[in-house]
């Protein structure tokens, strides 16, 4: 899958590291970028009518849970590549929203995502939205991007499915025939016990989403007599080529 295809190219990558609150995923769990201690007064803030646009199409998007890649909200504002990252950089730079790079498992492409901030809902007055699920934002972006996937394919999905044995899984996927199960991954952190929880657990598949295709790529050779029908390890791709 080429870069285009995946929302990303150089030109936007090279784009959000000079917006300067960027976290690239790599092998390890995203974290919060510090931000600046001089705290902005979101009373006084001014937005051109593009950072307007594209702050209440990333908020409409959260109150249905959705999380997508910023290549999706240019093109329901209507903004080119370069229209839409002006826009998105100055609504980082006011800290109204902050960056990610999340991996997609393809070689060198990586989608740009973007979280919104306690502040920017207070600007805006809407209700702040609390996603459901644990995990980092990252974390979430995958489960977002499994969930659109599996209802697509007609399954019926629950995030943070409580399994008979007291332990949770990330996601279930089922439609009648086919129950899937969906972790992710995004260490070598607790991948026994994400893998062993399943153990007494009827479902057809365990799939194991991996937050890069080098940590996939680890996990496969640490785990290589796995039988591919049952536990899988993917990464965003797998769901990125089949939307």
Do not use: W
């Not at 153990?199 to 796995?226: F, M, T, W």
């Amino acid at each position: 899958v080429d870069d285009d295809a995946l929302g990303v190219n150089g030109g936007e990558a090279a784009d959000a590291e000079r917006a300067g609150v960027v976290i690239d995923v790599g092998l390890g769990v995203a974290e919060r970028p510090v931000v600046d201690e001089e705290v902005v007064d979101v009373v006084t803030l001014e937005l051109s009518d593009d950072e307007t646009a594209l702050l209440d199409c990333i908020q409409g998007n959260f109150a249905e849970e959705k999380i997508e890649n910023l290549s999706f909200y240019y093109g329901q504002c209507g903004f080119d590549g370069r229209r839409g990252t002006v826009a998105k950089n100055k609504l980082v730079e006011k800290n109204l929203l902050i960056e990610y790079r999340a991996e997609t498992g393809g070689r060198g492409s990586a989608h740009c995502i973007v979280e919104p901030t306690p502040e920017s809902f207070k600007f805006t007055g809407r209700t702040p939205v609390k996603l459901t699920g644990r995990g980092d934002f990252v974390h979430q972006y995958i489960i977002s991007i499994a969930c659109q996937h599996y209802r697509a394919l007609g399954f019926e999905v629950t995030k943070e499915c409580s399994l008979e044995n007291g332990c949770f899984a990330d996601l279930m996927a089922r439609n009648g025939s086919e129950t899937v199960a969906i972790e992710v991954q995004t260490s070598k952190d607790h991948i026994y016990e994400n893998i062993q929880k399943y153990d007494s657990i009827n479902v057809s598949r365990i799939e194991i989403v991996c937050s890069s295709g080098a940590l996939q790529r680890v996990l496969e050779k640490q785990y290589p007599h796995i039988k591919p029908e049952r536990i899988c390890f993917l990464t965003l791709t797998h769901y990125l080529s089949r939307s």
